[in-house]
């Protein structure tokens, strides 16, 4: 069953792998890259933490992002030991990675635990749109460049839209605790 399933994973990232288009390739290397460290993530949300309106989206979106990161870096990724899908199907993926384990994107738990905190918390819906859709694009951009299978990104996302939502969990109980 496990190996139906795994198969089935492999078969869908070929396909995708298929959907490539040159002039593709350069902007989501750059796009995907970007996570990288989730660097594109703590730098919004750094830079929200300068302005009032924004610094609730810029705190939750870094603690989010900081238990993410335990989870699936520090925790998940070392005791699965999934390896990335070139090393097992015919891919030559798009970008660089040195970390050799794929199950789940760091990358896409990332987007997703920054991006779900602020759906909830930017003022303006058009951030709350652009937020949601930065992290899909993050984790269609891991499948796009080869470097994670569909399962390991629908973890990803998951796990972040988690995270997310135990820091904001948090955050609102201690806001009632002191509002008491």
């Not at 937020?131 to 629908?154: E, I, K, N, W």
Request: some cysteine; overall charge positive; aromatic content about 10%.
């Amino acid at each position: 069953m496990i190996e139906a399933l795994f198969q089935m994973d492999g078969q869908l990232l070929l396909a995708i792998q298929n959907t490539r288009m040159d002039w593709l390739d350069p902007v989501v290397a750059v796009y995907t890259k970007l996570g990288d460290a989730g660097l594109l993530w703590i730098g919004l949300s750094a830079l929200m933490l300068c302005w009032k309106p924004t610094r609730k989206a810029g705190l939750l979106a870094l603690l989010a992002m900081a238990l993410g990161m335990l989870v699936t870096n520090v925790t998940v990724k070392p005791l699965v030991e999934r390896p990335r899908p070139w090393l097992d199907w015919p891919i030559l993926p798009l970008v660089a990675e040195d970390d050799p384990h794929s199950f789940p994107s760091g990358h896409t738990c990332a987007a997703f635990a920054a991006g779900m905190v602020w759906f909830r918390a930017l003022p303006w819906r058009w951030g709350r749109a652009a937020a949601v859709m930065m992290a899909v694009c993050m984790g269609l951009s891991r499948l796009y460049a080869g470097v994670h299978y569909p399962s390991d990104v629908l973890a990803g996302g998951i796990i972040g839209a988690l995270c997310a939502w135990v820091v904001w969990k948090i955050w609102n109980i201690h806001q009632k605790r002191i509002n008491s």
